[in-house]
């Protein structure tokens, strides 16, 4: 069926780098993208999200850069933080009413 | 504004015991997701509930596995007769239902089966 991948499992940045991490979804009826962090023993934590009518959404150090042509989904944390050390998931939710699809996930690890 | 709920945290079942998972959405959310994860690995998708309805059970084992979401009180992920192959984490979330909104994760209840 349908699914979320991500490129790549594990990413190591030193402290106060940019990180990029990375999604690739197959479902080009998807319309709605989430990206969550799971820091560990705890439950997923919404971090930012983006339609699919938007090419690109900024929060707080973290922008979220979406591509519907390549179906390609990116998560870019500006000066990676101790505290952004975690496992990062991007969803997917192809239109109302339907599930959320997790890829795999990410580990972000930052170095000293 | 409490977030969703889950508990227990921890939960320890000997082969064949039933184990009940339990998931209070955030107020005002009348949908309820859950999801399993092994450790290492992603969230897999169980179940999808509104209020006293099933959505969608496509990721639920066919066998042993069930899950209800009543018009009063929490969700309930019961499983029955477990194996061992069932410890995990067990995660629920919800959301309002509303087009282009976020679910709300619970803290999840972690399930031992010895």
């Known amino acids: 069926g349908e699914s979320v991948g991500l490129h790549l499992p594990t990413l190591s940045v030193q402290e106060g780098d940019n990180s990029i991490i990375n999604c690739a979804y197959s479902n080009s009826a998807s319309d709605y993208f989430i990206w969550y962090k799971q820091e560990s023993g705890k439950g997923p934590q919404f971090i930012i999200d983006i339609r699919s009518n938007m090419d690109k959404r900024q929060g707080q150090r973290v922008t979220v850069l979406l591509n519907k042509t390549v179906k390609h989904l990116s998560l870019q944390i500006a000066a990676t933080q101790p505290g952004d050390s975690a496992v990062y998931f991007c969803a997917e939710r192809t239109f109302y009413g339907q599930n959320f699809v997790f890829g795999p996930g990410t580990r972000l690890s930052v170095l000293p | 504004n409490a977030g969703v709920m889950q508990n227990p945290r921890h939960l320890v079942r000997r082969r064949g015991q039933e184990a009940r998972l339990r998931c209070s959405p955030m107020?005002?959310?009348?949908?309820v997701y859950w999801y399993r994860q092994l450790p290492e690995e992603g969230l897999k998708f169980m179940v999808y509930?509104?209020?006293?309805?099933?959505?969608?059970e496509s990721g639920m084992p066919k066998e042993r596995f069930s899950a209800e979401f009543p018009k009063e009180g929490p969700s309930i992920l019961r499983i029955q007769q477990v194996v061992r192959g069932d410890s995990a984490a067990y995660f629920c979330?919800?959301?309002?239902?509303?087009?282009?909104?976020?679910?709300?994760f619970g803290q999840g209840t972690r399930l031992t089966v010895v």
């Open positions: 509930l509104q209020k006293e309805n099933i959505i969608d």
């Open positions: 979330a919800s959301s309002s239902g509303q087009l282009n909104t976020e679910a709300f």
């Open positions: 107020k005002g959310h009348s949908h």
